[in-house]
């Protein structure tokens, strides 16, 4: 099972899973139920470390599944979501008037202050606490809970962001997972009432698309997840800023 279809199979068991919590959503439930599930599934042939591979499929099939999850619980459909997020992700965050014009809808200067943010922030530039392949966490130091990551842990990009004071007024925070080093990602939008998390919350927080969110903060979309620097990830970002690549 690739990435892609990862995602895909566990949005599928999120949906059925979450059509009987239609109405009745619980804010950080499916965060526990999800993990359930990715266990259940046996993704890693080690169950003391997985390998990069194992931890990137069941990663976008816990994604997959918390988003199928909450489409349920809100009643919306999921084929729909599906098609317009990962089949044609240019259409979630481009709209065109008189086939000349785009307007980008995405949140610009969360983008800016995030870019700017990553150059300067002293975690970011201390040697092993700049990491992708979680939001914050790692064996070493697991995350414990603290907001601003004084307890020693490492983050990637958004697990960064949350320490932005303006960002976390705005509903982006960590949140603790069942079990392990690891933190969870979610954004509570209180202007549409609705809570997001993983890449969703990033899709909606900086209102980008699918393929946008991976291709910027993807573990899987720079070289190396040990040495890939805030710096890269913030060049990044500019770049796209500046339109120098598609999504």
């Known amino acids: 099972m690739n990435e892609h279809e990862a995602f895909m199979e566990g949005a599928k068991s999120g949906y059925s899973a979450g059509k009987g919590r239609a109405g009745s959503y619980i804010i950080g439930e499916e965060i526990e139920l999800a993990w359930d599930a990715v266990r259940e599934q046996c993704f890693y042939e080690s169950s003391i470390r997985p390998t990069l591979p194992e931890l990137k499929v069941s990663r976008e099939w816990e994604n997959g599944y918390k988003h199928g999850y909450l489409l349920a619980a809100e009643g919306s459909p999921l084929m729909d979501w599906l098609t317009t997020v990962l089949f044609f992700p240019n259409e979630a965050t481009h709209s065109q008037s008189n086939n000349q014009t ?146």
Not at 221 to 228: G, M, N, R
Request: aromatic share 10%; with cysteine; hydrophobic share 40%.
């Open 102 to 247: 785009i307007e980008i809808n995405m949140n610009t200067h969360r983008l800016e202050v995030l870019r700017d943010y990553l150059r300067v922030s002293i975690i970011a530039h201390t040697p092993g606490r700049f990491n992708l392949a979680t939001w914050a966490g790692n064996p070493d130091h697991p995350w414990e809970g603290k907001p601003d990551l004084s307890c020693g842990t490492s983050a990637c990009a958004v697990g960064l962001a949350t320490t932005i004071p303006e960002f976390a007024a705005a509903g982006l925070k960590l949140e603790p997972l069942v079990e392990g080093e690891n933190a969870g990602l979610v954004y509570m939008d209180a202007e549409s009432g609705h809570t997001y998390y993983g890449f969703h919350a990033v899709q909606k927080f900086f209102d980008i698309s699918a393929s946008e969110a991976n291709r910027l903060f993807s573990v899987g979309s720079y070289d190396s997840e040990e040495l890939t620097t805030a710096d890269e990830v913030a060049d990044r970002i500019q770049a796209f800023l500046d339109k120098e690549f598609s999504g």
